[in-house]
């Protein structure tokens, strides 16, 4: 962990961050938000799916990535065990771990990947909330849990009906645990649109998905760290989703 010197009647005290847990952070907005915290100061405990060239980096920052399975029960618990393992204390947990699939017209393969999702979105939170939660009360000071949610839920989807449905829950599931937790933990949503495209994104595609919301702009990762130090940060906000979709509401 990272420790911090403060002064106390003119005497050095060491002074230790509980840490900040992000899920599926290997990469995109999790990544970011990992070595945001880290650079404040804040031990950083991160899942990750698969091995990848990205997470050296994060290692060298400090960061403990922890390999995790969200596709059923049995690797979500132990992903709670790994971090059980690694700490005593949670300052956070900021669920960013996302599952992106269409929606199949084939029976076998849409059940699977609705189930997959809903595994991803909505029962790793679910459990890893209930089962760190004396890991949050155990530190001192601010609380928080937050969940990355879509701005798309505000308006469905023609092809990801069932990636759209499980982050809907997953936003019921905040408001649920902000009332069950108060007060000592808050417990927000953030619901972003468009925020980095994709390497692979063509001219057509960038130019069509701008023109979906009122700002017209490619933000980056900032604005999520904004975010979530705004939510972090304000000790008066608890059950809310913060619409981060550059007025994506207004077309």
């Not at 059940?111 to 089962?131: C, E, K, R, T």
């Not at 702009?217 to 981060?244: A, M, Q, W």
Request: proline share 4%; hydrophobic share 45%.
């Amino acid at each position: 962990m990272s420790d911090q010197a403060v002064m106390t009647d003119n005497k050095a005290e060491v002074v230790t961050k509980a840490p900040i847990l992000i899920t599926g952070a290997a990469q995109r907005l999790g990544r970011a938000a990992a070595i945001h915290f880290a650079r404040q100061g804040y031990p950083v405990i991160i899942s990750y799916r698969r091995e990848r060239d990205d997470l050296a980096e994060l290692r060298a920052l400090g960061i403990t990535t922890l390999q995790a399975d969200f596709s059923d029960v049995a690797g979500i618990q132990a992903f709670i065990e790994q971090v059980k393992q690694h700490t005593n204390c949670l300052r956070a947990i900021i669920h960013n771990a996302s599952c992106w699939l269409p929606d199949s017209k084939e029976p076998e393969q849409a059940a699977v990947g609705f189930q997959q999702m809903f595994q991803v979105h909505m029962m790793a939170p679910y459990l890893i909330n209930h089962q760190c939660q004396p890991l949050l009360m155990a530190s001192e000071g601010a609380r928080d849990i937050v969940h990355m949610t879509d701005a798309v839920v505000r308006k469905g989807s023609k092809k990801h009906g069932a990636y759209v449905a499980t982050k809907a829950g997953l936003e019921s599931l905040t408001q649920s645990f902000a009332a069950m937790f108060a007060p000592d933990i808050k417990v927000n949503g953030i619901a972003p649109a468009l925020i980095i495209f994709n390497d692979d994104d063509d001219e057509v595609y960038r130019t069509k998905a701008l023109k979906k919301s009122a700002l017209q702009i490619e933000p980056g990762e900032e604005v999520i760290n904004l975010s979530l130090d705004y939510l972090l940060n304000n000790h008066y906000l608890t059950g809310v989703i913060l619409p981060v979709e550059g007025g994506r509401s207004l077309i």
